[in-house]
């Protein structure tokens, strides 16, 4: 009897093994390897030019693939969930986006975290969900998670195909996708996020100079290293086109507190999913770090936010634009939205080219 016990033990311990390399190799030969520069796709929609002096609202938002409202905790902040929406919830969240995006109608929108064919999002096109609410914009859009099957936690979280989205109501003539540091070796990295830049540009009518607009996500779930690479690879690229006498707003979620904001109403809570910290001096020459504090961007995940006590619980500031100094910044606004459809709140700002 111990015999055939011990035999069972040893086939069911070889089974695990074999299926865990299998996986492995799976998930190895099936890795999304970007190159370091790729142009992407502009799907047509304008052919408004900017023109300088004008008054232009450009909008930043972390959607979080329409799954992160406020019902919703994840497992990755110290909550439980994995699959965080239901599809009706998922489409509820959606609606409520595009709403938000119809009701602002700025020229110009940085999405994150936009999902397409993943099943934490129930294979809905986010992608076209939401660049539908803004009709005749240039459309153009950048994987950076893409993966086969993601095999943790349990349940795991399975296929994913997530995007960064840039709409513009003028006129794209390039698109480019630039491949940002991984600070994550092998085998972690097969099934981790590829970061990017999502770089698009605008002709400046009568001018042979452009608008560059840098969509980003920078790293959250790393030791540091990662998001100073990223932070480091964004300003050198961002410098080099002042070099060249464009003009240029980078958007989206660093991931990171700006230094010279102050977010001491949003102090740190022992325990909780921590940031980073981008330095703005070393942007300081060439170009303006601005945020706006009197909301906050982004809201814990620990919890649901729904049925919590709302005055003490974590927020943060991660969301913001860095741009160049020949913009006039007129206005940084945050929009309240209580976090409803997303952790994340959309933040839009109104400048103009000097």
């Known amino acids: 009897m111990a015999k055939r016990i011990f035999k ?109 064919d993943s099943t934490r999002s129930y294979h809905v096109d986010e992608c076209d969900r939401l660049a539908d609410a803004l009709p005749e914009t240039d459309v153009s859009k950048a994987q950076y998670y893409s993966v086969k099957f993601v095999p943790y936690p349990v349940p795991p979280i399975g296929e994913v195909h997530t995007n960064l989205e840039t709409l513009s109501k003028y006129d794209v003539t390039h698109s480019t996708r630039i491949q940002l540091p991984v600070p994550f070796a092998w085998p972690v990295r097969t099934a981790n996020l590829k970061r990017c830049l999502l770089v698009t540009r605008l002709p400046i009518e009568d001018s042979d100079k452009q608008l560059v607009l840098v969509n980003l996500h920078l790293e959250a779930y790393d030791d540091g290293e990662g998001k100073e690479a990223q932070t480091k690879m964004l300003y050198t690229f961002m410098e080099k086109e002042v070099q060249k006498g464009n003009y240029v ?47 906050p961007t982004c809201r814990s995940l620990d919890k649901p936010l729904a049925g919590a006590n709302a005055k003490t619980f974590q927020y943060y500031m991660i969301d913001g634009f860095i741009a160049s100094k020949n913009i006039t910044i007129k206005s940084v606004k945050t929009r309240d939205l209580g976090f409803r459809y997303s952790d994340h709140n959309p933040v839009v700002l109104t400048a103009a080219l000097n």
């Not at 959607?63 to 019902?71: F, H, M, P, S």
């Not at 998922?90 to 709403?99: C, E, F, Q, R, V």
């Not at 109403?265 to 060439?286: R, T």
């Open 8 to 116: 069972a033990l040893g086939t069911l311990l070889l089974v695990i093994v074999l299926a865990a390399v299998g996986l492995l190799a799976f998930l190895t030969i099936t890795e999304f390897r970007p190159a370091d520069t790729e142009n992407t796709a502009i799907a047509d929609g304008t052919k408004q030019r900017l023109e300088m002096g004008d008054t232009f609202s450009v909008m930043t938002w972390n959607v979080g693939y329409g799954a992160l409202g406020d019902n919703a905790d994840f497992f990755m902040d110290g909550g439980e969930m994995v699959r965080s929406a239901t599809e009706a919830r998922l489409n509820k969240n959606l609606k409520g986006m595009a709403k938000e995006l119809m009701s602002v109608d700025p020229d110009m929108v940085l999405l994150q975290e936009v999902d397409l």
């Open 249 to 295: 707003i980078a958007a989206g979620d660093f991931n990171q507190s700006f230094s010279n904001i102050d977010t001491s109403m949003y102090p740190y809570q022992e325990g909780m999913w921590a940031i980073g910290e981008l330095d703005a001096d070393v942007f300081d020459e060439d170009f303006q770090v601005v945020m706006d504090n009197t909301v």
